[in-house]
């Protein structure tokens, strides 16, 4: 019998794969088979997906070139599972999406085990079980969004850096590739952990700083040919939606954005590990630790000399991306959508694992410090019941607001509407891809027109409708309100055709988590043009 034979082997080569597969594969199926939770953005790229499939273009407006996605791998994978499948329904299409993020989140976290805890089970379970359960992953691994494969690369960036292989220069260089293909803005990921990997090594050579400059440009070589593809295609190479998003919802002076950016970093820093839609769900006491002690930590934690190397990286990226998301955020609003915190969640997580691990041993020894267990404890139960309840809160909202609500609008359109005609709204992902129109949408997502309607009347949205006079305006009751008060002449331009509104539904149930915010899309007028005007 040879040496290899006689070898013992590692923990996770015997039984980790197993456990890796099991939890979040447990998690997510678990949270998507009780919710079934479609993104409203989903249906948004998957038009462009499904167009694309059956030869009219990669356009979401048939005959418009319009750059209204943001992500190649939740874009062209399902454009591919729609062109093989060929069917009407979204759901196989979805669910065959659904199992590739699942096992692409399952080979994230195997790279995470090896990269960090292969030494340590306890270590390892706590780490998978936290990410796998952290609501926000879970939601949006499952529901169409490309989160999952944004961790994968996460994992793989980490694990290049524990292993000390930035000289393989070309597999960091992949791996930015990777980032730029999961979301346009991915570089910046790319460009804080191979960073902070330069900034926090005590080999600061020239030699390695040419190894990163080789790997940037294996990223330009391999992502060259998309970024060159979608210029050529749409006539420019920044996605239309950022261009549509801006102030298109907050409007201020930029002597103001400071203060601005301020109050969206402190909430950000915070907020990571809030409920999916936390201003409208319940949160226990703990929240508030989470809020003003472990989100501040983790953004810190690369302060303290001679803390675990990889931690203060993870730290440090988790800062800057924070930092990023709350300056994007005032651009929109002044708030960070849900979808952009699951990354950053994991890289959280990476930063409390090797803090954990690096004091591992003492905790063991010291009888005192057996007492910091009540930390990872506290943190697994603030996990475990955002997952529980998130999954309660989308699961209602899919079956009464998803279904019952936006789905019947644009459904009840696509009876009534006639070939070729126009819609506005604001929510576009069901309405749009269940109604069938040639959707203007507010802010302009998918729409050129929009956002130059937008620039001629002032982002005054009741005027922008006049300007493009479409056939069908679907608006919340609020929206109503405030579109027809700012433009009188619709009043005469339009008429009240039909109302979707569940509200009487949500009012018979007792108690829903998050109640307040089912609200928001649970009742929608529908106008229907009634005669021509000429545009003032």
């Not at 015997?14 to 678990?30: F, N, Q, R």
Request: hydrophobic residues 50%.
């Amino acid at each position: 019998m040879d040496k290899e034979s006689n070898k013992t082997p590692k923990w996770y080569d015997t039984y980790g794969l197993w456990l890796l597969m099991a939890i979040p594969i447990v998690s997510c199926l678990t949270y998507v088979l009780i919710s079934n939770h479609v993104w409203e953005d989903y249906l948004i790229t998957f038009k462009f997906s499904r167009n694309f499939a059956e030869g009219n273009g990669l356009v979401y407006n048939v005959g418009e070139r319009v750059h209204g996605f943001t992500s190649f791998f939740n874009t062209i994978i399902p454009a591919v599972f729609d062109w093989i499948i060929g069917v009407e329904s979204i759901y196989p299409v979805l669910w065959l999406y659904r199992i590739v993020s699942i096992l692409t989140l399952v080979a994230a976290l195997r790279i995470l085990v090896k990269a960090l805890t292969a030494e340590s089970p306890l270590l390892s379970i706590l780490m998978v079980v936290w990410i796998a359960f952290e609501i926000k992953v879970v939601a949006f691994t499952t529901n169409g969004q490309e989160v999952a494969f944004m961790i994968f690369f996460i994992a793989c960036a980490i694990y290049l850096i524990s292993k000390d292989k930035l000289c393989d220069w070309f597999k960091v260089g992949a791996v930015g590739a990777g980032f730029m293909y999961t979301r346009p803005d991915g570089f910046i990921y790319a460009l804080v952990l191979f960073g902070g990997a330069f900034l926090f090594s005590k080999d600061k050579s020239w030699q390695l700083w040419f190894y990163l400059v080789k790997a940037g440009l294996v990223t330009f070589m391999l992502y060259s040919p998309w970024f060159i593809a979608m210029w050529v295609y749409y006539g420019s190479p920044v996605p239309h939606t950022a261009v549509a998003k801006a102030n298109a919802y907050l409007t201020i002076a930029p002597h103001e954005y400071w203060g601005y950016i301020q109050k969206v970093f402190i909430l950000t820093v915070g907020h990571i590990y809030k409920a999916i839609y936390v201003d409208h769900l319940g949160n226990p006491v703990s929240m508030f630790w989470v809020q003003w002690f472990v989100g501040p930590f983790l953004a810190l934690f690369w302060l303290i000399p001679g803390a675990n190397r990889i931690g203060r990286i993870a730290s440090l990226s988790y800062l800057v991306v924070c930092a990023y998301l709350a300056y994007a955020g005032v651009r929109v609003g002044g708030q960070v959508f849900p979808w952009y915190k699951p990354a950053v969640a994991a890289l959280g997580i990476v930063v409390l694992i090797t803090g954990l691990k690096q004091i591992l041993p003492f905790m063991m020894k010291n009888t005192y410090a057996k007492l910091l267990w009540l930390l990872p404890i506290w943190f697994s139960f603030f996990i475990f019941y955002n997952y529980i309840y998130g999954t309660v809160q989308l699961t209602t909202h899919q079956n009464i607001v998803e279904n019952q609500c936006r789905k019947e609008v644009g459904l009840w359109i696509r009876e009534h509407a006639e070939p070729g005609d126009t819609g506005h709204s604001e929510p576009l992902g069901y309405i749009g891809f269940y109604s069938g129109l040639r959707m203007h949408d507010w802010p302009g997502l998918v729409s050129e027109q929009s956002v130059q309607a937008r620039e001629n009347q002032n982002n005054i949205r009741g005027k922008v409708i006049y300007e493009m006079q479409p056939d069908w305006l679907i608006l919340r009751p609020s929206e109503f309100i405030k579109c027809f008060s700012q433009e009188p002449k619709l009043a005469d331009l339009y008429y009240r055709a039909h109302v979707v509104d569940v509200i009487p539904i949500l009012d018979e149930r007792p108690w829903i988590p998050g109640k307040r915010y089912h609200y928001f899309d649970a009742k929608f007028y529908i106008f229907h043009k009634v005669q021509e005007a000429t545009v003032e």
